[in-house]
């Protein structure tokens, strides 16, 4: 199957900094990445689409200006929480759609687990 | 009405036997489906994708479509200890658009 890696896996920083979360396809080009958070014993909650080249589009209730997102190329896409507070404490998974054909796939990154404190 | 709906579980079964899971949705113009396993503290893994309505097998996994009755299961033959995760059904309705998930089915699988 198609890899996606995220880095960091993990990350701790002070509130009120930003942290750059990085999502790589390895082994194919993705169009379309999409960006979940998930907070413990919960379901995962698309935050965003992420187009390659173009602006990303948000779920309602979810900042733009909070939660900025790049998709530079066709295997990367970055995710940066701005002004970080503890209640942006959760794992952050990316995925990236892998086409074939007329059919398209999803893989999920390793995820990223942010605490800020 | 949820989109996607799933028996959040936990479904237990004993090691050795058939676990099924199923997932049903409301959109009639959906046209893929995913099942995904998730362990505690990880990411989801994809296990199946299924396009077309019938029976597809991979391993112990078989995914079952039922386009007229919008519904799609997992079936796990022979069920292990290490199959104890979370199960989370996906719907794509429209190609390269964002997929639409169920709350998920836990299941443990007893020694």
């Known amino acids: 199957g198609a890899v996606v890696s995220q880095h960091p896996s993990r990350v701790i920083c002070k509130s009120g900094t930003s942290v750059k979360i990085e999502c790589r396809s390895l082994?194919?080009?993705?169009?379309?990445m999409f960006w979940y958070r998930q907070f413990p014993k919960q379901s995962l909650m698309l935050m965003a689409t992420?187009?390659?080249?173009?602006?990303?589009?948000?779920e309602q209730g979810v900042e733009k200006d909070k939660f900025l997102i790049n998709h530079a190329s066709l295997t990367l896409s970055t995710l940066t929480v701005t002004s970080a507070h503890p209640e942006d404490s959760s794992f952050y998974i990316c995925?990236?759609?892998?086409?074939?054909?007329?059919?398209?796939?999803?893989?999920f990154g390793p995820g990223t687990r942010l605490l800020v404190l | 009405q949820k989109e996607v709906e799933q028996n959040s579980g936990p479904l237990s079964v004993p090691e050795g036997a058939i676990a099924s899971l199923n997932c049903t949705y409301s959109d009639r113009g959906s046209q893929s489906f995913f099942w995904y396993r998730q362990y505690s503290g990880k990411s989801p893994e994809l296990i199946m994708f299924?396009?077309?309505?019938g029976d597809k097998e991979d391993g112990r996994f078989t995914a079952q479509l039922n386009k007229a009755s919008q519904y799609v299961s997992l079936l796990i033959r022979d069920s292990q200890p290490s199959d104890s995760a979370t199960y989370l059904c996906a719907v794509n309705a429209n190609q390269g658009g964002k997929l639409i998930f169920g709350q998920g089915t836990e299941l443990s699988v007893k020694p």
């Open positions: 992420s187009n390659e080249g173009s602006k990303a589009t948000y």
């Open positions: 299924i396009y077309s309505n």
């Open positions: 995925s990236a759609g892998e086409t074939s054909g007329a059919w398209e796939t999803q893989y």
């Open positions: 082994d194919f080009q993705a169009t379309t």
